[in-house]
């Protein structure tokens, strides 16, 4: 690992860039001396009430609906180990590594601002987990806000439960040995504060920032591909026109279209061929822009949620002259409505694309050959991907609902007001998935539809992509097995290094 590739906190702002960096991309992740100090003050306090017999939730006394229950000596380690324990009872497909990954480096970053009161040895052993790539398995349903996930996560340091570690999946006090790392003994509060927080919801949300913001681009230049393939009117990206309505997300997609269609002789021996084009031809800029609009909006959620700090208590000052406060920190409703919002955004996205490559494929509008083979009736040709299309976008329109609308009433009474953040941001991980395989679909039939067009040159921009896929996918001269087709298109819109290798000036 490169000195590049490493990530430290210090106490600056943490970016969604820096979460992606270690948990995709497997940046080694540090604290600074500063963020140390910042730790062992807050487990100082910890130390200081704990000596003191002071009464402070989470810290001496029960959980939740067992809050005025007061503990003491030996109990309180008891109560961070049984905390662990108890909550880490989620069911379901487990998460991938990186979204593991992304969640442990926000509660680490949580940890890092000394307002939590968690021991030094629990953030080692946290980075640790990241830095050997021991990976908790961790089920991926079951919270109303955090606890479950961040509690299989826990367990792991206690050596209890499963994990990913060297391609393989082990027991956790397995890998713990190979690496020569000793479970973790936890004290007072350390548990409380390995269940607590947001990091669930916000680590998830930066994973899917960085795939929307890669998708928001690719969607410019397929949806360039549609529009030319179809012939449409570039009056309506005329830049005059576009600033009329002052969108900072509009005016970058008309930029980009502009770019992406310079000099196609498809486009100027196109012009007045109709008054107008369909709604989903020539919105691209106010669609487009209104999703990239949201993105911005979330991105200030997100990180500002990432550089807060969300456990429940929280510890203010120094041992000597200190206070804790119970609040609700912890509740991450800013981040559910981001990733809400970001769902329905995702969701639009796919919509315009499956309208636009539906217009590709239908003989009534194209002006290309039916179901854009060269055979129609002995080929069926592009039909039924199109259907494709339309179940994915039908499933985004469930995803679409608001979590954050579905408050349910926990711990006897004592939490009754829910964000569900984190199946906010799960379901926006699958809306996201769905897609990518509609732009997928959209980009197949886009590239397939230039195969009878290709006599004119095409745009700057959008021969480049045309010529990208073919590196991938052969023109379709008879029907074949597309199932592999969409899967080689998916590929290259995953890969991170795509669009802007390609073209350069896209944002």
């Not at 080694?28 to 002071?54: F, H, P, T, Y």
């Not at 913001?213 to 026109?241: C, H, K, N, P, Y």
Request: glycine share 8%; with cysteine; charged share 15%.
């Amino acid at each position: 690992m490169s000195q590049a590739e490493k990530i430290i906190i210090t106490g600056a702002p943490l970016h969604w860039q820096d979460v992606v960096a270690v948990a995709r991309h497997g940046a080694v992740l540090e604290l600074s001396n500063d963020a140390w100090a910042r730790i062992d003050n807050a487990q100082a306090i910890v130390q200081r009430i704990v000596a003191s017999g002071e009464r402070a939730y989470g810290v001496n006394t029960g959980l939740g609906g067992l809050s005025n229950v007061s503990l003491q000596d030996e109990q309180l380690s008891q109560l961070s180990r049984n905390t662990l324990l108890s909550h880490a009872c989620g069911v379901g497909p487990v998460l991938a590594d990186e979204q593991t990954r992304a969640i442990i480096c926000a509660a680490i970053h949580n940890y890092s601002h000394g307002k939590s009161g968690l021991h030094r040895r629990v953030v080692e052993g946290l980075l640790a987990l990241l830095n050997r790539g021991i990976t908790p398995q961790v089920p991926s349903q079951g919270s109303v806000g955090y606890l479950t996930h961040m509690a299989h996560v826990g367990i792991a340091l206690l050596g209890v439960g499963n994990v990913s570690y060297r391609g393989q999946i082990t027991s956790a006090q397995q890998a713990l040995a190979e690496e020569g790392l000793q479970p973790v003994q936890l004290g007072a509060k350390d548990g409380l504060c390995l269940v607590n927080g947001t990091p669930c919801m916000t680590g998830l949300s930066c994973l899917a920032i960085a795939d929307v913001t890669r998708l928001l681009r690719w969607a410019d230049v397929i949806g360039a591909m549609s529009f030319e393939a179809q012939r449409g009117q570039i009056e309506a990206f005329d830049a005059e026109i576009i600033a009329l309505k002052p969108h900072p997300g509009m005016q970058q997609v008309g930029v980009n279209l502009r770019g992406l269609l310079e000099g196609s002789e498809v486009i100027a021996s196109s012009k007045g061929i109709r008054t107008q084009d369909a709604l989903s031809i020539r919105s691209i800029p106010q669609v487009h822009g209104a999703a990239r609009d949201q993105l911005e909006h979330a991105i200030r959620q997100v990180e500002a949620e990432l550089n807060g700090c969300t456990d429940n208590p929280l510890l203010l000052g120094t041992p000597d002259n200190f206070r804790v406060m119970s609040q609700a920190n912890p509740h991450g409703q800013s981040v559910a409505m981001a990733a809400d919002l970001l769902a329905i955004a995702m969701a639009e996205i796919g919509s315009i694309a499956e309208r636009r490559l539906d217009r590709l494929v239908n003989p009534h509008v194209s002006g290309l050959p039916a179901f854009l083979v060269a055979n129609p009736g002995v080929n069926s040709g592009m039909m039924i991907v199109q259907y494709v299309a339309a179940s994915l976008c039908a499933e985004n329109r469930q995803l679409a609902q608001p979590a954050v609308l579905d408050n349910y009433i926990t711990s006897g009474l004592q939490e009754d007001h829910l964000s569900m953040g984190t199946n906010a941001a799960l379901k926006l991980h699958r809306a996201l998935e769905n897609c990518t395989q509609i732009l997928a679909i959209e980009y197949l039939l886009a590239a397939q539809a230039f195969e009878f067009i290709k006599e004119q040159r095409f745009g700057a921009g959008t021969d480049v992509a045309w010529r990208l896929l073919r590196e991938k996918v052969p023109a379709y001269d008879q029907d074949r097995w597309l199932a592999p087709d969409i899967a080689a298109a998916a590929s290259v819109l995953k890969d991170p290094k795509l669009p802007h290798d390609v073209l350069p000036d896209l944002h």
